[in-house]
């Protein structure tokens, strides 16, 4: 009796992910970032613009469904539950940050200079200029900016809500799957272009 006296304040204190945005509401919250990401490949893309905007919609949808099925594997091989649902609705959702970065980067293209100083951290590299680095260096990390660390954040305060961990160590581990996943985007993208990531001597 005593034990179980003893675990039970345990679990009712272990912190607990709740619903980003209410399950009746879902349906037309996805509906909203789909179309989000629609219409910021529209207004981004030269060509024949509805078709773009369809891959990048579902092309999104899948990565956040891989984000944080990725997430739940990795905290259950450390014996920490993660729910995926609504893990996957904070990662959907906090892609919007993603979204208003690529606005703000549009807009800043014909800002004045003091503008884009102020602002371009905000948007990320891409948004400060196009002369730094190779091609496939600036599709990776040209995003890179206050936002993307609020992504980041949020999708580790996320993970130590739903897995329990410490949000130290939850932010630790985002931040390096992040560096690793964009470190191997730049190398390929440079790959496909035919020339080498790295100085060859």
């Known amino acids: ?18 619903w980003m945005v209410a399950p009746w509401l879902q349906p037309f919250w996805y509906a909203y970032l789909a179309h989000s990401w629609w219409h910021v490949a529209e207004t981004t893309s030269a060509g024949r613009l509805t078709n773009g905007g369809a891959l990048v919609a579902a092309s ?43 606005g703000l980067t549009e807009r800043l293209r014909t800002a004045p200079h003091p503008v884009v100083i102020w602002l371009g951290p905000l948007a990320g590299l891409r948004a400060m200029g ?32 739903g897995a329990g961990a410490s949000f130290a160590a939850t932010l630790g581990w985002t931040a390096l799957f992040w560096t690793m996943g964009r470190v191997a985007m730049w190398w390929l993208a440079d790959l496909l272009r035919g020339r080498s990531p790295l100085p060859v001597p």
């Open 1 to 18: 009796m005593n034990e179980r006296e003893e675990q039970g304040p345990k679990v009712a204190s272990r912190p607990r992910l709740e």
């Open 60 to 102: 999104k949808l899948a990565g956040s469904l891989t984000e944080a099925a990725f997430y739940v594997l990795w905290w259950r091989s450390r014996g920490r539950a993660l729910p995926f649902w609504r893990f996957f609705c904070v990662v959907a959702s906090i892609s919007l940050a993603d979204v208003f970065a690529i």
């Open 130 to 161: 196009a002369g730094w680095g190779s091609s496939g260096l600036r599709a990776a990390f040209g995003s890179l900016g206050l936002l993307t660390l609020l992504r980041i954040a949020v999708t580790a305060r996320a993970q130590s809500r």
